[in-house]
């Protein structure tokens, strides 16, 4: 039944699959029948991750997805299911604590992200509703609903434009928050609907929508609109993207409009595009995951050999079972499998700390507070919208310094996007200038010396071309009326382009005085104003690369204007025409313009009515409606008579040379998209420093391919031919290669789009399937490439903190006895080294900001991820295990003396595992401080404080005999310890040898450092 009323109301054509009906004001189209209520979603944001009730579980899940997190796990449920030599606690309240402050950060910002949401589900809209504003929250916007808008409002949900204040029914866009575009972007209520602009009248309509299902593309939409009345049938208008409003763009130089909610919520375009997004993890993790895995081997490779070497000395009787510790029955008829089973299990955990479970939450912590950095930085601060960096997630902070390829658009990003009209081409003949009158100003380029002008008549088309073919409209402030234009003229467009070629057209005496009912006005030289009807306008897009206008003369006369790239307009006209014109574009793209080629036609009013009735059709679809526009207006722009070119210029961003060399000397390879023809995007590449004068050009063009008569052999040609060259002149290393950039020929890419699509949509058949691997290698290789026409310190603290406790078990007869007491082992993660190296990781500069700027080479020092490379990881492990070797066997010689003490007693082995474990920390935190460069009170702080910490814990820990203990083996430990010179002694030496290799590198590198500086000096 539904169905059936359905397919009434949608104008007799049958609802397909993918699209949904949206009655407007959610009213009922007949009035024999009721409304069924449709179910869509809620006009509610979600941006954030969690929930109160899936928080926990969740957030749970997502950290034991990290090796370290699942690995502490499972060694804690080993030491509460198996008897090991350590308490659960030791592994349990480090894996607690860094779960906990990580999903107090992880919930923090989501918080955030929740508050932000509510701002926006919270905000108020007004609703057309019985005729009537009602005042709602934004969330309990529904499809269908007629929504209100005011001036510089954002839009709360995606709406079909019905009406606005204008009596043409448009109104102004910026979608600056969805794409970046600052521009005015004009769209248009159906002509059925304008006049519709109050609440009463709005509420009157009786019409249904039907369009796509909800997808992200911001710039496509097919729909259209059935508008049912009483006495007529209903009236089908086709909807586009030029009707759509999107939710976060805003409202501009116009009072309010009426709009029908299509798609709200998460099927918002907006929406859209952020959803489904995987987690994304940065280069640093991944390395640290790859070198957890690293030592994960090693710690089995430990409890391995420590079980081997336990049974193998346990195969003398004597010591498999001495007198003084007899097994039980139990443990004599325990299988042995199962004894070295459990064995190894328990040398794992022994073993376990080499894995740092608090190395992820100081990562986490260094990002999460580095995020008020970068909102802090005074450097990122705007003063014109008075706001600064805004740090929506810190996941991923550390990849700033990673960069390697730069993608840049070129129109908008290196040039202003502010479009200068300079000169323009009629029939060959050049004319440049201010004037009213285009006599004296015109000059003839390429063969022919003389200066002439063309045509009056053809002068005076050209320019009606340009007031008449483009999508401009005028800020209607003031009406302008009849022929009093003296005002100035406000123009607004979504292209910078059209305004310029109407500015341009201004200059010459051709003004545009907009849009009325339909009609275009248009003041001539002789201040007449000429009248044109528009009957179709054929937008431009990225495949045609050009736009028409079909207009209706006050004398009834049909034509077609074209305006495009030169590849897309000169294959449409008379071959006899392009030579003349193709010289002056050629010139001009030399120059750095923009250009463009204006072309006409006529149309007989028989065929225009084939092209109507084609194109209406075309817009009626909704399957396939793209493909069948273009069809139509492919067959529309044919034969079309060119009447010339114009050039404008798009000036350069201040600083755009400066930043792109600054970028090329860090080792940044740039690359810039656009769709200008290849010599103008080429000299603006020229001007903004992408190419350099000695840059040798590498050519993928149409043009250098055109030369074969099969293109796929020669492009396979051009790039053996490429490859070879570069692997000749460059090294196989990424890093060598950047440093080679500054030594050997630099080399830049040009590719245009069709060569492209050639490249990556090669046919099965050909015998160079292989273009992807080649052009890849290409482009790694090439300084620029112009697409035209389209915490490592802290792993190696905690292997020399658990080598000791290794090397401890030759000489306990592998009985898995701890070097450490449990508090220790706790606390040493948690408490005693965390602060410093977070500080460190905030704070440090090894090299100021100023020196940084100056010289951008320093940057390829630690792009590429070099701090965590196999070079220094290795370096860092062998000194790890360099000074946990120092620790253990310096300690283990200061006991070889029978007596540290004058009266005689002697030291036990937690005595022993204490002096070490104080070397250990001691060394490791001054380590940290020999490394830190730029001192602040922070620094000071957390160093000196972690050191004073430890020696306080210390004297508490063993002062006081605590209740809940079953033994107090640590009771008056360290400060019997310390009452010892000896102790002193050994603790100050050995700190100061294993320190002493950092100390040789620091002297070393500051010598040679003086020696460069003096060098320098002489030769200036």
Known sequence: MFRRSLNRFCAGEEKRVGTRTVFVGNHSVSGTEAYVAQRFCDNRIVSSKYTLWNFL?????????????????????????????????????????????????????????????????????YIIENAKRVRKESEKIKVGDVVEVQADETFPCDLILLSSCTTDGTCYVTTASLDGESNCKIHYAV????????????????????????????YKFVGRINIYSNSLEAVARSLGPENLLLKGATLKNTEKIYGVAVYTGMETKMALNYQGK??????????????????????????????????????????????????????????????????????MVLFNFIIPVSMYVTVEMQKFLGSFFISWDKDFYDEEINEGALVNTSDLNEELGQVD???????????????????????????????????????????????????????????????????????????VDGATESAELTYISSSPDEIALVKGAKKYGFTFLGNRNGHMRVENQRKEIEEYELLHTLNFDAVRRRMSVIVKTQEGDILLFCKGADSAVFPRVQNHEIELTKVHVERNAMDGYRTLCVAFKEIAPDDYERINRQL????????????????????????????????????LQDQAAETIEAL????????????????????????????????????????????SERKEDRLHELLIEYRKKLLHEFPKSTRSLKKAWTEHQEYGLIIDGSTLSLILNSSQDSSSNNYKSIFLQICMKCTAVLCCRMAPLQKAQNLCFILPQFLYQFFCGFSQQPLYDAAYLTMYNICFTSLPILAYSLLEQHINIDTLTSDPRLYMKISGNAMLQLGPFLYWTFLAAFEGTVFFFGTYFLFQTASLEENGKVYGNWTFGTIVFTVLVFTVTLKLALDTRFWTW??????????????FFSFFWGGIIWPFLKQQRMYFVFAQMLSSVSTWLAIILLIFISLFPEILLIVLKNVRRRSARKLICSSV
């Open 57 to 125: 579980p969740k957030n749970l899940f997502e950290q034991f997805r990290r090796i370290a997190n699942f690995y502490f796990l499972i060694i804690f449920l080993v030491q509460v299911t198996v008897d090991t030599p350590t308490s659960p606690v030791t592994s349990g309240l480090p894996l607690f604590f860094v779960i906990t402050v990580t999903a107090i950060k992880q919930g923090y910002e989501d918080w955030l992200r929740h508050r932000a949401d509510n701002e926006v589900n919270k905000s108020t809209v």
């Open 191 to 218: 002509r059925d609907t304008i006049a519709l602009c109050t609440a009463e009248s709005i509420d009157t309509l009786r019409a249904a929508i039907e369009c796509e299902q909800p997808q992200p593309d911001l």
């Open 278 to 347: 995987s987690q994304k993890r940065s280069a640093v993790e991944k390395s640290i995951n790859a070198f957890l895995i690293v030592y994960l081997f090693i710690l089995l490779t430990k409890a391995a050999v420590c079980t081997t070497l336990k049974y193998v000395w346990q195969s003398t009787p004597y010591n498999d079972e001495p007198w003084y510790n007899q097994k039980t029955q139990k443990e004599r008829e325990t299988l042995k499998v199962l004894k070295m089973f459990t064995d190894f299990l328990s040398f």
């Open 405 to 479: 390829y730069v993608f840049t658009d070129k129109t908008g990003t290196l040039t202003e996007n502010s479009m200068e009209f300079i000169e323009c081409c009629i029939d060959g003949h050049k004319y440049k200038g201010v004037t009213q009158e285009v006599d004296g100003l015109s000059q003839t380029d390429g063969p022919l010396t003389y200066f002439d002008k063309a045509d009056k008549n053809r002068e005076e088309l050209f320019l009606r071309a340009l007031c008449l073919c483009h999508t401009v409209e005028i800020k209607t402030n003031d009406a």
């Open 616 to 651: 209406i059709e075309a817009k009626m679809a909704l399957q396939d409606r793209e493909e069948k526009m273009e069809k139509v207006f492919d067959d529309i722009e044919t034969n079309m008579n060119l009447i010339g070119a114009t050039a404008v210029e798009d000036k």
């Open 664 to 707: 090329h000397a860090a080792g940044l390879k740039v690359w810039v998209l656009t769709g200008d023809k290849m010599e103008t995007a080429k000299s603006t590449c020229y001007a903004c420093r992408l190419f350099q004068t000695n840059t040798e050009l590498l050519e993928l063009t149409t043009k250098t391919i055109e030369e």
């Open 938 to 951: 922070i620094n000071h702080f957390v160093i000196w404080g972690s050191l004073a910490f430890y020696v």
